[in-house]
């Protein structure tokens, strides 16, 4: 036991010089620096949100992203519409693979849902995208938050990432789809390592050092 929490403190001490740092952040910093491209007046970080369903409040904070600050289809018989906001950076891919996490929240009318999608890319220098991965489509239960996850593995010659947050509108005017506390994190791949030398499960360290830097980040 003594051993483990040695090994324990051991493995903290080599994760924060490795740098587990949650790279982007949450909507309560939409208003600073974000980093936020939005293209869309339907989006915008709010306090709350009225749908027909309910509100909707934050998963996390004072604020979350709303694709419903205004309608986007001037008739409920209209395609399908998608709209979204990204960013991109160059933190921390040296090496690192990354993980994307976050809230997701859609509205489901009679059994029809608006919808969500996170999409983690990454580019080399010419703009060439090198990889991408997809969340698949996001849905919850009405007022519930839904957690997603988004990873890619370390790539050669990766010079940026690219954050997509996507809404879809299949039911009524509006896009009801939301996120909170969407967060890119690098994997501490040295530390993964380390754990498999030491022979520690190591997940549930990972788990709570995130969780620590999670609540840092509020
Ligand atoms: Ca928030
Ligand atoms: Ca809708």
């Given at each position: 036991?003594?051993?483990?929490?040695?090994?324990?403190?051991?493995?903290?001490?080599?994760?924060?010089?490795?740098?587990?740092?949650?790279?982007?952040?949450?909507?309560?910093?939409f208003?600073?620096?974000s980093g936020w491209v939005i293209?869309?007046?339907?989006?915008?970080?709010?306090?709350?949100?009225?749908?027909?369903?309910?509100?909707?409040?934050?998963?996390?904070?004072?604020?979350?992203?709303?694709?419903?600050?205004?309608?986007?289809?001037?008739?409920?018989?209209?395609?399908?519409?998608?709209?979204?906001m990204y960013q991109?950076?160059?933190?921390?891919?040296?090496?690192?693979?990354?993980?994307?996490?976050?809230?997701?929240?859609?509205?489901?009318?009679?059994?029809?849902?608006?919808?969500?999608?996170?999409?983690?890319?990454?580019?080399?220098?010419?703009?060439?995208?090198?990889?991408?991965?997809?969340?698949?489509?996001?849905?919850?239960?009405?007022?519930?938050?839904?957690?997603?996850?988004?990873?890619?593995?370390?790539?050669?010659?990766?010079?940026?990432?690219?954050?997509?947050?996507?809404?879809?509108?299949?039911?009524?005017?509006?896009?009801?789809?939301?996120?909170?506390?969407?967060?890119?994190?690098?994997?501490?791949?040295?530390?993964?390592?380390?754990?498999?030398?030491?022979?520690?499960?190591?997940?549930?360290?990972?788990?709570?050092?995130?969780?620590?830097?999670?609540?840092?980040?509020?």
């Amino acid at each position: 036991m003594k051993n483990a929490l040695k090994f324990y403190h051991v493995f903290v001490a080599f994760a924060a010089l490795v740098g587990i740092v949650p790279l982007r952040v949450n909507a309560d910093l939409f208003d600073h620096d974000s980093g936020w491209v939005i293209n869309d007046p339907q989006i915008a970080a709010v306090a709350s949100q009225k749908q027909t369903t309910g509100f909707v409040y934050p998963q996390e904070g004072t604020s979350f992203f709303s694709f419903a600050v205004l309608p986007i289809r001037s008739s409920a018989g209209d395609p399908p519409v998608t709209i979204g906001m990204y960013q991109t950076g160059a933190f921390h891919l040296d090496g690192h693979g990354l993980r994307l996490t976050g809230w997701v929240q859609t509205e489901n009318r009679n059994g029809l849902w608006d919808t969500g999608e996170a999409v983690l890319s990454i580019y080399d220098a010419d703009d060439a995208l090198l990889a991408w991965a997809s969340s698949g489509v996001l849905t919850s239960e009405n007022l519930e938050w839904q957690a997603f996850a988004v990873e890619l593995d370390a790539i050669y010659g990766a010079a940026y990432w690219r954050v997509d947050l996507y809404g879809t509108v299949f039911d009524g005017y509006y896009v009801n789809t939301f996120y909170d506390d969407v967060q890119l994190v690098a994997l501490p791949v040295p530390g993964a390592a380390l754990l498999g030398l030491l022979g520690l499960g190591g997940s549930g360290g990972l788990l709570r050092w995130r969780r620590r830097m999670t609540a840092m980040a509020a």
